[in-house]
């Protein structure tokens, strides 16, 4: 994303000097992408001009990416590739952003800029995190199951009487042969929220022990459009929830 771009569409936003000399203390970063060295004044020159002098978005640490060798797969949410997006932090919402949500890490990473072949990349802070999106995802916190102070994001796939949310989850772990020697194995939770609870939304039989009086349209629904609704059918899932919203909006 061009610099002029951040510079017209995002206000505030400067990497803290108290992060750099605690993460710089020789006044040097090495490139993730090659071993050649950059100046901290340089990166704090150039933060400055891409986000300004507000420290509330970019205050993480640095981010190293993803392992390397030999590892199939990935650890983002989506693919490797950078995602435009937005990100609310202390009720301000930072727009035309590059990001990546590491869900291995429980990490969303920001891209601030290229210099001598040198991409800075910033693990942002999860406490001061309320919401963000990526390419017209929305993810929100959410709660875990066992009310810990652990922060957990999660896709929302559908909202309105009832949301439904996908937490997703990635560990890499030693293969069985082939071609590689470690593959990112990949966990789907998907919950319905629904006057305040939360329920394990495990497959069709949810909705129907939900909302039994509208079973028989349910039902009806995922025979015409001839949808399978298990935990990894998103986009099935998210299409029965949208439309068990709009019996229950009709209902009214």
């Known amino acids: ?24 203390p020789f006044g040097y970063l090495l490139s993730q992408n090659t071993s050649t060295p950059v100046s901290s ?16 978005l ?12 030999s590892v199939s797969g ?5 693919d490797e590739t950078w995602k435009e ?13 590059l990001l990546k949500f590491d869900v291995a890490s429980d990490m969303l990473v920001l891209k601030t ?3 001598n072949n040198n991409t800075i990349q910033l693990c942002l802070k999860k406490e001061k995190i309320s919401g ?4 017209e995802a929305k993810f929100i916190r959410f709660p875990d199951e066992n009310k810990s102070k ?16 996908l937490v997703r989850n990635k560990v890499m772990t030693i293969t069985n042969g082939g071609d590689s020697d470690f593959i990112y194995k990949e966990y789907f939770q998907n919950y319905l929220r629904y006057n305040g609870q939360f329920i394990k939304f495990n497959n069709k039989k949810t909705l129907y022990n939900l909302f039994p009086e509208y079973k028989p349209a349910l039902k009806k629904y995922l025979s015409q459009n001839n949808l399978s609704t298990s935990k990894k059918d998103t986009h099935n899932l998210t299409m029965l929830v949208d439309y068990c919203n709009s019996l229950l909006n009709n209902s009214k």
């Open 150 to 165: 652990k922060i957990v994001f999660a896709q929302l796939c559908s909202e309105g009487n009832v949301d439904f949310l």
């Open 1 to 24: 994303m061009p610099n002029n771009k951040h510079n017209k569409h995002i206000k505030g936003l400067k990497l803290i000097l108290l992060l750099l000399s605690t993460l710089l």
């Open 132 to 135: 963000f999106t990526m390419n």
């Open 85 to 97: 997006g937005s990100v609310t932090i202390e009720g301000i919402k930072y727009n035309n952003l």
């Open 74 to 78: 990935h650890p983002y949410f989506f």
């Open 41 to 56: 004044n340089i990166v704090k020159s150039e933060l400055d001009k891409l986000y300004g002098v507000d420290q509330r």
């Open 113 to 115: 800029y290229t210099l």
């Open 58 to 69: 970019v205050s993480g640490d640095f981010y190293s990416g993803a392992p390397l060798g």
